[in-house]
T-cell receptor
């Protein structure tokens, strides 16, 4: 079993839809959870960053972490064509210098 | 926001030559930088972790003599692909961890390497 599992998709939705992206993980030591957005042939861009369990909202984006279920989600409201990209979840333990463990990424396409 | 640059953004080289890729944190100090490789439609695969002033730590299966990493300052790390072969063609991305916010990583724009 991989440490972080993420359905690669692709996921296609119409403009304005609510998008739900998810990752599961196996290592209960993970404390910090991130979502990155990557456009084609570009480096990943940090979207959301959450510590431990709970919700975090930033504009149209909401990140949720459920540590009891080892499950994290990213919700995108009112999706736009510009949201079309690959979304990568990433997580790390509570130790400085520890590398991020990434999911495979989910490719999202929002059609106008 | 934190900015990480990479140079070059795209390079083509002949088989057997060496290529150096630079990664710079522009507005923050990075005690740790990471080098990733990404093949088409695949996720990022960590190659090595680089701490300023010390030797890099390589992931299993990554040849340290082929992928030379130098992290000489708090804002610069370099990856040199030695004796490149076509199978080394990939997208190489660095990230830097802010010294003051150790759990966040900021990624560079990536370098596309094509070995002919």
């Amino acid at each position: 079993q991989k440490e972080v599992e993420q359905d690669p998709g692709p996921l296609s939705v119409p403009e304005g839809a609510i998008v739900s992206l998810n990752c599961t993980y196996s290592n209960s030591a993970f404390q910090y959870f991130m979502w990155y957005r990557q456009y084609s042939r570009k480096g990943p861009e940090l979207l959301m960053y959450t510590y431990s369990s709970g919700n975090k909202e930033d504009g149209r984006f909401t990140a949720q972490v459920d540590k009891s279920s080892k499950y994290i989600s990213l919700f995108i409201r009112d999706s736009q064509p510009s949201d079309s990209a690959t979304y990568l979840c990433a997580m790390t333990r509570n130790q400085a210098g520890t590398a991020l463990i990434f999911g495979k990424g989910t490719t999202l396409s929002v059609s106008s | 926001g934190a900015v990480v640059s990479q140079h070059p953004s795209w390079v083509i080289c002949k088989s057997g030559t060496s290529v150096k890729i630079e990664c710079r944190s522009l507005d923050f100090q990075a005690t740790t930088m990471f080098w990733y490789r990404q093949f088409p439609k695949q996720s990022l695969m960590l190659m090595a972790t680089s701490n300023e002033g010390s030797k890099a730590t390589y992931e299993q299966g990554v040849e340290k003599d082929k992928f030379l990493i130098n992290h000489a300052s708090l804002t610069l790390s370099t990856l040199t692909v030695t004796s490149a072969h076509p199978e080394d063609s990939s997208f190489y991305i660095c990230s830097a961890r802010d010294r003051l916010a150790t759990h966040e990583q900021y990624f560079g724009p990536g370098t596309r390497l094509t070995v002919t």
